[in-house]
């Protein structure tokens, strides 16, 4: 799934239950260009397009929007492009700074990449989401675990996969960029940008919140005092924290970047193992009926809102989520607004194509070039 080889046909998503009875779809209106409905299948299957149906399948219409100063754009187009790259094979000069995979330490493959933007130099640490058997046994490793000698918080508890793999990378990371900084030591005014996409993700925020620890050492946590400032910016991540990571107080973080960037709908952003089981339920179950139309004498039956059980744990970050605009149709018509954990503890996501990399990429494009126009009118 995070590989994209998945071709966007739903068709090829459809799970198959011979004796589930028709489910009849809700009623056409006018009122369907403001909530538009995805279809469910025909007789006898379950299509992921059924969560949509439930009312909590989205935030409310009404979210604090996402306000960034103009300089924060390309920073998010870079995360977003190399989040994309992690998975592409390494060619030419990017096979010096592409780690692979490494089953013996259950470590996810990573690229390290050093360019310019603009007028200050940036280096790019992109870590990629699972590609492999080996990489979807870390994801399903969930049982929270302590973080003693990783974060500051050590009673804190963290997705035993992912702390075990950001625990393995703090070596070859550490190795790839004193590298960088003994190549080129003006370097050291650069700053540094931590980004994943799924389970990379993850992992990129546990490193992040590594580096900014004060009460713990590692040789890549020495290393963080090298770089002008250090950011991270994830797509699509997992929770993985019983307490939410967020940036650090104090004047050496206050222009640090922490975001959590999320399509709505997006299965993998509400991936706690009770959310699974009851979306699983959820796609076992007939299609819900409800009617968008206005009757004269009868009340339309609103769209039920689907039970979420309690969740252990929290994304990290700032929560950014991306969606089409109320009443807008396509991909170019993007807003992105503000969320609390708590509230993205309410929702039921399980559409498998807002997972997709490519769509992140568009969408921050999107946002970006739309900040421009608005900036310039």
């Given at each position: 799934m995070?590989?994209?080889?998945?071709?966007?046909?739903?068709?090829?998503?459809?799970?198959?239950?011979?004796?589930?009875?028709?489910?009849?779809?809700?009623?056409?209106?006018?009122?369907?260009?403001?909530?538009?409905?995805?279809?469910?299948?025909s007789?006898?299957?379950?299509?992921?397009?059924?969560?949509?149906?439930?009312?909590?399948?989205r935030?409310?219409?009404?979210?604090?929007?996402?306000?960034?100063?103009?300089?924060?754009?390309?920073?998010?187009?870079?995360?977003?492009?190399?989040?994309?790259?992690?998975?592409?094979?390494?060619?030419?000069?990017?096979?010096?700074?592409?780690?692979?995979?490494?089953?013996?330490?259950?470590?996810?493959?990573?690229?390290?990449?050093?360019?310019?933007?603009?007028?200050?130099?940036?280096?790019?640490?992109?870590?990629?989401?699972?590609?492999?058997?080996?990489d979807?046994?870390?994801?399903?490793?969930?049982?929270?675990?302590?973080?003693?000698?990783?974060?500051?918080?050590?009673?804190?508890?963290?997705?035993?996969?992912?702390?075990?793999?950001?625990?393995?990378?703090?070596?070859?990371?550490?190795?790839?960029?004193r590298?960088?900084?003994?190549?080129?030591?003006?370097?050291s005014?650069?700053?540094?940008?931590?980004?994943?996409?799924?389970?990379?993700?993850?992992?990129?925020?546990?490193?992040?919140?590594?580096?900014?620890?004060?009460?713990?050492?590692?040789?890549?946590?020495?290393?963080?005092?090298?770089?002008?400032?250090?950011?991270?910016?994830?797509?699509?991540?997992?929770?993985?924290?019983?307490?939410?990571?967020?940036?650090?107080?104090?004047?050496r973080c206050?222009?640090?970047?922490?975001?959590?960037?999320?399509?709505?709908?997006?299965?993998?952003?509400?991936?706690?193992?009770?959310?699974?089981?009851?979306?699983?339920?959820?796609?076992?179950?007939?299609?819900?009926?409800?009617?968008?139309?206005?009757?004269?004498?009868?009340?339309?039956k609103?769209?039920?809102?689907?039970?979420?059980?309690?969740?252990?744990?929290?994304?990290a970050?700032?929560?950014?989520?991306?969606?089409?605009?109320?009443?807008?149709?396509?991909?170019?018509?993007?807003?992105?607004?503000?969320?609390?954990?708590?509230e993205?503890?309410?929702?039921?996501?399980?559409?498998v194509?807002?997972?997709?990399?490519?769509?992140?990429?568009?969408?921050?494009?999107?946002?970006?070039?739309?900040?421009?126009?608005?900036?310039?009118?």
């Amino acid at each position: 799934m995070d590989e994209e080889q998945f071709d966007g046909d739903e068709c090829d998503m459809v799970l198959h239950y011979p004796d589930e009875p028709h489910q009849p779809q809700p009623e056409s209106s006018s009122s369907q260009a403001l909530n538009p409905v995805p279809q469910t299948p025909s007789t006898g299957t379950v299509s992921f397009a059924k969560v949509w149906l439930y009312s909590n399948s989205r935030l409310p219409p009404h979210m604090p929007p996402f306000k960034v100063y103009m300089p924060t754009y390309p920073l998010l187009c870079l995360a977003a492009k190399y989040s994309q790259r992690a998975y592409n094979r390494p060619t030419g000069a990017e096979r010096d700074t592409h780690v692979p995979a490494n089953w013996r330490h259950w470590t996810k493959a990573m690229v390290l990449k050093s360019l310019p933007i603009d007028s200050m130099n940036t280096v790019v640490v992109a870590i990629r989401g699972s590609q492999s058997f080996m990489d979807w046994a870390v994801n399903f490793r969930d049982a929270p675990k302590a973080p003693e000698g990783f974060l500051d918080d050590g009673g804190n508890l963290c997705h035993a996969g992912f702390l075990h793999v950001a625990r393995q990378m703090i070596a070859p990371i550490a190795n790839h960029l004193r590298a960088l900084l003994l190549e080129n030591p003006s370097r050291s005014n650069c700053s540094l940008l931590i980004t994943g996409h799924s389970a990379g993700g993850a992992v990129a925020a546990l490193l992040y919140a590594h580096m900014m620890s004060t009460t713990v050492q590692s040789e890549l946590n020495r290393l963080a005092g090298f770089f002008k400032r250090i950011h991270c910016i994830t797509f699509g991540a997992p929770p993985i924290t019983l307490i939410p990571l967020q940036r650090p107080d104090g004047l050496r973080c206050r222009k640090s970047l922490f975001f959590s960037i999320i399509n709505e709908g997006d299965l993998v952003a509400r991936a706690d193992s009770q959310v699974i089981k009851s979306l699983l339920a959820l796609l076992a179950k007939p299609a819900p009926t409800f009617s968008l139309t206005k009757m004269t004498n009868k009340r339309p039956k609103p769209r039920p809102a689907w039970l979420v059980p309690p969740t252990t744990l929290s994304l990290a970050g700032r929560i950014v989520v991306l969606r089409e605009r109320p009443g807008m149709r396509g991909e170019v018509n993007v807003e992105a607004v503000v969320a609390s954990d708590e509230e993205m503890r309410e929702v039921i996501y399980g559409d498998v194509l807002m997972h997709r990399m490519s769509l992140y990429v568009h969408r921050v494009e999107a946002l970006s070039v739309s900040a421009v126009t608005v900036g310039e009118a």
